[in-house]
């Protein structure tokens, strides 16, 4: 069934020139951008997002890579877009994530890992809900 996730191209994307491969990619995978939106992530903005991670210890380096420039934030659809999402990105920890997948042929770090996707059906609705309110 048609479902929408929340994906994030964060810091290193945009730096690295990545956002244009990487939304390739989806785009080429059959899924649709909903919305799109360029984005200096604040503090505050991380903190929601990340509310689940806050108190880990890899958090405050996290917080200072994902506001270190600007990320694009995506509103993705199509038939079980989330777990697809997933699989294309690849591993969290870019070290340990498959060939053929976007931090596998493209990130080697566990923080700068170049995506995020949302990883349950609550989570993309708790995303958009934070990230696109207009499509919650
Ligand atoms: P993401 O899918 O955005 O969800 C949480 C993020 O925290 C993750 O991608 C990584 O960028 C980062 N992360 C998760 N675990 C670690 C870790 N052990 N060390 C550093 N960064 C991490």
Not at 57 to 76: E, I, K, Q
Not at 108 to 130: F, K, M, Q
């Amino acid at each position: 069934a048609p479902q929408r996730s929340f994906v994030l191209l964060k810091p290193d994307a945009v730096r690295r020139g990545l956002v244009g491969a990487i939304l390739s990619r989806f785009e080429s995978r059959g899924l649709k951008i909903v919305a799109m939106d360029l984005r200096y992530v604040d503090g505050d903005l991380a903190d929601q997002h990340y509310a689940e991670h806050v108190e880990r210890d890899f958090y405050p380096p996290l917080r200072t890579f994902v506001t270190s420039g600007p990320s694009v934030a995506v509103l993705l659809e199509g038939d079980q877009v989330i777990e697809v999402v997933r699989t294309m990105n690849g591993a969290t920890d870019a070290r340990k994530a498959a060939p053929g997948t976007i931090r596998g042929d493209w990130a080697l770090s566990n923080r700068e890992n170049l995506v995020h996707g949302s990883d349950s059906a609550e989570s993309a609705a708790r995303e958009i809900a934070l990230w696109f309110p207009d499509f919650a």
